[in-house]
C-alpha cells in the first residue's frame, strides 16, 4: 500500500570517498541505510546511522565534553556543463553532553531546541541516529529529465570543542569520526 | 635604480610584516581565551600561522642557500654576512630559547598546579553531596507516594480522581498520574489545570518498573528544571502505577546544578590537562617559531642592506687594485658607510688622476729618456756605462762602431767577458777596465790598438758614478776613435818641418854649393898644385855635402807630403814579384817569395806601396849584407770580420835590438851607420795611410821581421 504511494527510488550509496580509516579501527559514523521517496507533495528523507565513538571521544563525553554533531542532508541538480547545482542544503545540530549529577547523557536538537534524557550512551546516540521523513524538496522542484541526487554526511564538529583539544582533534584520528557524504541519484 | 625608487622603503615593508605577525599571534592568543568570539577560528589561525612559519621558513632557508652558493664562489661581502647572521642569530635565539624554555616550565607547572589530589576529592564529594541530598529527598518522596499508594488503593474507584486531586495537593507535588498496567492512563491531576496530556514514562522506565515494581528517578523535564519522578504500584484488584512528579525546589535545584557546573568544568579540565598542555605550548612555540623566523628574514634583509655598499667597496676595492680607477659608487646612505663610500670615490679620484699624472709624467720622461738615447746614439763618441759590478748598462750605436762588436753582445756582460769572445779587443778592454776599476775620479788615456780597420788610437774619458749618499754604483767612459785625428796632426806636424826644412835650409844650400864651385873656379888657376889641389877636395867635400843634405831635404818633404795621391785595385804579387826582380840581378843574396791563392789585391797608391817595398827590401839587404836570405810571403787573414792581407818579411840580419823596436818606426831613429832614418818612418806613414799597419814580429828570433796588414779589396 504504501509503496504505492510512495515512489521508490534506489538506494545507492555512492561514496565520494573512503570512509576516514576511523571505520577499519572500529570508530566512526556510518550512514548504513537510507530512502529518499515521494510522500505526499514532497520528496522525504528517511535514513539509518551507526555512530561508533572512539575511546578518546567515549573518555571526552564521560569527563563533559559536549560534542556536536552536524548532519548535513543537500539536493543535488546535475549539470553537463557546470558543476552540480545544490537545490537544498541542509543541517540538523545534535549536541550530546553527559551529566555527572543525572548519570545521564542528553541529546539536544540544537534546530528546535528538543532535549531528551537517556541513561546509557548507546540510547542517546541511538536518538540521533535515526532520521524519519525529513522533507527535502517540493515534488513542484523536480523537473522531470533532469537527474537530481540527494547526499547525507554526518560530521563532529570539531571547532565546537574545547579549544586545548581542536589541535589534538584535528591530528588524532581517534577524531576522525566523520562520515563522507553518501549520494543518491534520485530517478524516476 | 627607478625600480628602486618605485619600492616601499624597506624598513616599511618589515613594519608592515611585523604588525601582520603581531597582529596573526595576537588573533591566535585571543582565540585561546574560551570566551572569545574568536574561537571558532582558533583552528583556521593555527593552520594560518603554521603556513606563514613555513613560508618564512622558505624565505630563511632560501636566503641560507643563496648566502651558502655565495660563500662557495667566494662571493664580495659573503663572509661578512655569514657573521653577521650568524651572530644575529645566535644573539637572537639565546634569550629566545631561554624564555620559552622557562615559559614552557612555568606554563606546565602552572597548568599542573590547578589540580590535586584535594580538589579532586572536594570536587567528588560536592557533587556526592548534591546527589546524595537529592536521593534522600527522592526516598522521602518515595515513601511519601508509597502511602499516598497505599490511601489510593483503599478508596473507590469512582472517586479515584477526586481522591488524587486531593492526594496530589496534600503531597506537593505538581502531578499525579495513575496508569493501568498496560500504560492507560486511568487519572490524573495536575497543579497545572492547562497540561491535559500528563508526563508520559518512556519505554525505559516501564521496563524497570516490571522488574522493581517502583521507580524513582530525577527527571530533567526542560534544560533548567528539574522533577522526582516517583512509579510506585497500587496494590489494587488490578495493579495500577502511580505517578508522581514532585518538583525539586528552585533553591536546591540551583545548588546542585551549580555543584554539577563546577564538577563538569573541573572535570573536563582535568580531561584536558594535557590538551591544553600541548595547545599552549603549540601557540608559544608557533609565537617563538614565527617571531624568530620573521626576525632572521629581516636580518638577512637588513644585513643584506648593510653590506651591500661594503660589497660594492669590496668590488671597487679589486677593481682598483687591479688598475680600473674610474670607480664611482653610488652613495646609498648618508651614514658612516655613505661617508666610507663617499671617502672611497674621492680616494679612486685621486688614484685616478695621480696614476694620470704618473703616466703622463712617465711618458715625459720615457721622452726625455729617447731624445737623449738619440742624442747619444747620434755622438760621434763612444759612451759605455758600468754597474757596480762593472757589467756594461748600457753603450750607445758609437761603442759598437768603435769597437765592431754588435749591440746585443754589448749590454749585461763584462768587458773581461768582452775579451773572451774579441781577442783582438784584449788590449784596449783590459786597459779600460783597469781604469774604471781604479779610478777614483775623472781619468783620460789614450788607448791605441789594432782593431779591424788597422791601427786605431782612441782618447778615453771615464769617471765613476756616485749615489748621493756616496756609494759607487758605477762608472761611465766615453772614448773617441782619434786616430784620424793623431795622423792628422802628425801629418800636419811633419808637413810643417818639412815645408821649413825646405824652406830653411834647401834655400842657402844652393848659394853655398855656388859659392864653392865659384871659389874652386876663381882660385885654382892662381894657387899652387898643392894648395889647388887641397881646395879642389875641399869644394868637391862642400859640393857634395850640399847634395847630400839636398837629397835629405828632399826625402824628407816626400815623408811629409801626402803619399795617398790615387786608389786603384793592386794585385799585389804582382805589385811584389816586380820590385823583387830588381833586386834579384843586382846581389846575391836569396830571396824566397810565399803567395796564398786566390785573390790577393788591395785598394791603394801603386807608387806608395812600392815604396814600402823598396824601403822594406832595402833595410833587409842591408842588414843581411851580401849573402843572405830574404824571406816574403802573403796571406789572407781575417780579422773582426774584415778580410786583411798580411806580407810579412824576414831577413837573416842581426836582428832588431828590443829597446829599439818600440821608436823603430819614429823618424830619425835608425841602426844603419849612413841613412836617413826616415825609411821606416814613411814606410809606417803609408801602410797606417792605407788603413794598415806594421809591427815588428818579435816571435822570430833570428833576423828581423816585419808584418804588415792591409785591408783586402773585396769583391
Known amino acids: 500500500m504504501l509503496k504505492k504511494i510512495f515512489l521508490s527510488v534506489g538506494l545507492c550509496g555512492i561514496l565520494l570517498l573512503l570512509p576516514a580509516f576511523g571505520f577499519a579501527e572500529g570508530f566512526g559514523v556510518e550512514v548504513k541505510n537510507a530512502e529518499f521517496v515521494l510522500h505526499g507533495d514532497s520528496y522525504v528523507l528517511s535514513a539509518d546511522m551507526d555512530y561508533r565513538l572512539s575511546d578518546r571521544a567515549k573518555d571526552a563525553l564521560q569527563n563533559g565534553v559536549p560534542l556536536y554533531w552536524d548532519m548535513h542532508i543537500k539536493a543535488l541538480q546535475h549539470r553537463d556543463y557546470f558543476w552540480d547545482k545544490t537545490l537544498v542544503s541542509a543541517v540538523i545540530r545534535y549536541r550530546i553532553q553527559y551529566h555527572a549529577l543525572l548519570n545521564m547523557y542528553r541529546v539536544r536538537n540544537e534546530g528546535s531546541g528538543a532535549v531528551s534524557n537517556f541513561s546509557t550512551l548507546s540510547a542517546a546516540l541511538d536518538s540521533m541516529s535515526t532520521l524519519r521523513n525529513y522533507r527535502v524538496m517540493d515534488k513542484a522542484d523536480y523537473v522531470p529529465g533532469e537527474s537530481y541526487a540527494v547526499g547525507i554526511k554526518v560530521t563532529l564538529d570539531r571547532d565546537a570543542l574545547p579549544l586545548p583539544l581542536r589541535p589534538v582533534a584535528y591530528t588524532n584520528p581517534q577524531w576522525y569520526l566523520s562520515s563522507d557524504w553518501t549520494l543518491w541519484p534520485l530517478t524516476k | ?715
Not at chain 2, 635604480?1 to 610584516?17: C, R, T
Not at chain 2, 661594503?310 to 668590488?315: I, N, P, Q, R
Not at chain 2, 824652406?503 to 864653392?516: G, V, W
Not at chain 2, 873656379?521 to 850640399?546: E, N
Request: aromatic content about 8%.
Open chain 2, 1 to 715: 635604480m627607478a625600480f628602486n625608487k618605485i619600492k616601499p622603503p624597506i624598513s616599511l615593508s618589515i613594519l608592515i610584516l611585523f604588525g601582520l605577525i603581531l597582529l596573526l599571534l595576537q588573533l591566535m592568543s585571543s582565540a585561546t581565551q574560551e570566551s572569545s568570539e574568536l574561537s571558532a577560528m582558533y583552528s583556521w589561525l593555527l593552520l594560518v600561522n603554521a603556513l606563514g612559519s613555513v613560508v618564512l621558513l622558505g624565505l630563511v632557508g632560501a636566503n641560507i642557500y643563496s648566502l651558502a652558493r655565495q660563500l662557495k664562489k667566494r662571493e664580495a661581502g659573503s663572509r661578512l654576512t655569514t657573521r653577521m647572521v650568524s651572530l644575529f642569530v645566535v644573539l637572537a635565539l639565546a634569550p629566545a630559547v631561554i624564555v620559552f624554555y622557562f615559559s614552557m616550565q612555568f606554563l606546565h607547572q602552572g597548568i599542573d598546579s590547578w589540580f590535586n589530589v584535594e580538589i579532586d576529592r572536594a570536587m567528588e564529594d560536592a557533587l556526592e553531596l548534591s546527589q546524595a541530598s537529592l536521593d534522600q529527598r527522592m526516598r522521602w518522596h518515595l515513601r511519601q507516594t508509597q502511602q499516598l499508594a497505599g490511601r489510593l488503593a483503599d478508596s473507590p474507584e469512582t472517586l479515584v480522581t477526586l481522591e488524587m486531586e486531593n492526594l496530589r495537593e496534600l503531597s506537593g507535588a505538581s502531578e499525579m498520574t495513575l496508569f493501568s498496567r498496560q500504560g492507560r492512563i486511568i487519572a490524573s491531576s495536575s497543579i497545572n489545570p492547562g497540561d491535559i496530556l500528563p508526563s508520559l514514562p518512556d519505554e525505559h522506565i516501564w521496563l524497570q518498573l516490571r522488574r522493581n515494581t517502583e521507580f524513582v528517578a530525577l527527571a530533567p523535564v526542560r534544560e533548567d528544571e528539574l522533577m522526582i519522578r516517583v512509579i510506585v504500584t497500587v496494590k489494587t484488584r488490578e495493579p495500577q502505577y502511580l505517578q508522581a512528579l514532585y518538583p525539586v525546589p528552585v533553591r536546591i535545584a540551583d545548588l546542585a546544578d551549580s555543584v554539577e557546573f563546577a564538577f563538569v568544568r573541573y572535570q573536563e579540565m582535568n580531561f584536558l590537562r594535557d590538551s591544553l598542555k600541548l595547545s599552549f605550548s603549540l601557540t608559544l612555540s608557533l609565537v617563538l617559531l614565527m617571531s624568530l623566523l620573521a626576525a632572521i628574514w629581516v636580518a638577512f634583509i637588513s644585513i643584506r642592506n648593510i653590506i651591500a655598499p661594503v660589497k660594492a667597496l669590496v668590488k671597487g676595492t679589486q677593481a682598483v687594485a687591479s688598475g680600473h680607477y674610474d670607480q664611482e659608487l653610488p652613495v646609498i646612505a648618508q651614514d658612516d658607510l655613505g661617508f666610507l663610500v663617499e671617502s672611497f670615490n674621492e680616494m679612486t679620484h685621486r688614484i685616478a688622476r695621480a696614476s694620470d699624472e704618473t703616466r703622463m709624467a712617465g711618458i715625459e720622461v720615457e721622452n726625455q729618456r729617447a731624445y737623449l738615447e738619440t742624442i747619444l746614439a747620434n755622438l760621434t763618441a763612444g759612451v759605455i756605462s758600468f754597474d757596480t759590478v762593472y757589467k756594461i748598462r748600457t753603450a750607445n750605436q758609437a761603442a759598437y762602431r768603435i769597437f765592431h762588436v754588435h749591440v746585443n753582445q754589448f749590454v749585461g756582460r763584462t768587458l773581461l767577458e768582452l775579451m773572451q769572445s774579441y781577442a783582438e779587443l784584449a788590449e784596449p778592454l783590459k786597459s779600460i777596465q783597469r781604469l774604471v776599476e781604479q779610478a777614483d775620479d775623472i781619468w783620460q788615456q789614450r788607448i791605441a790598438f789594432l782593431g779591424a780597420n788597422g791601427r786605431q788610437e782612441l782618447l778615453c774619458r771615464g769617471t765613476p758614478l756616485f749615489s748621493q749618499e756616496g756609494h759607487r754604483v758605477g762608472a761611465v767612459v766615453v772614448f773617441d776613435d782619434v786616430t784620424d785625428l793623431i795622423q792628422a796632426q802628425k801629418n800636419a806636424a811633419w808637413g810643417e818641418v818639412a815645408r821649413r826644412l825646405a824652406h830653411e835650409i834647401k834655400n842657402p844650400l844652393t848659394p853655398i854649393q855656388l859659392s864653392a864651385e865659384r871659389l874652386q873656379h876663381k882660385l885654382a888657376d892662381k894657387l899652387s898644385d898643392v894648395d889647388a889641389g887641397m881646395l879642389q877636395r875641399s869644394t868637391a867635400t862642400i859640393v857634395q855635402q850640399v847634395e847630400a843634405m839636398k837629397e835629405m831635404v828632399d826625402d824628407f818633404s816626400e815623408y811629409a807630403k801626402p803619399s795617398k795621391k790615387q786608389t786603384v785595385d793592386i794585385d799585389l804579387p804582382g805589385l811584389v814579384q816586380e820590385v823583387l826582380a830588381l833586386y834579384v840581378l843586382k846581389s846575391g843574396v836569396k830571396f824566397k817569395a810565399d803567395y796564398d791563392m786566390g785573390l790577393l789585391k788591395i785598394k791603394g797608391d801603386p807608387v806608395s806601396i812600392r815604396q814600402v817595398l823598396h824601403n822594406l827590401i832595402k833595410n833587409a839587404l842591408e842588414a843581411s849584407g851580401d849573402k843572405g836570405l830574404i824571406e816574403i810571403s802573403l796571406h789572407r787573414v781575417q780579422k773582426n770580420s774584415t778580410d786583411f792581407i798580411e806580407i810579412a818579411l824576414y831577413d837573416d840580419g842581426p836582428g832588431i835590438k828590443d829597446e829599439q823596436i818600440e821608436r823603430i818606426f819614429e823618424p830619425y831613429v835608425t841602426t844603419k851607420a849612413k841613412g836617413t832614418g826616415l825609411g821606416l818612418a814613411i814606410v809606417k806613414k803609408i801602410i797606417e795611410e792605407h788603413g794598415g799597419a806594421i809591427w815588428v814580429d818579435t816571435s822570430r828570433r833570428v833576423g828581423a821581421g816585419f808584418i804588415i796588414q792591409l785591408p783586402a779589396c773585396n769583391f
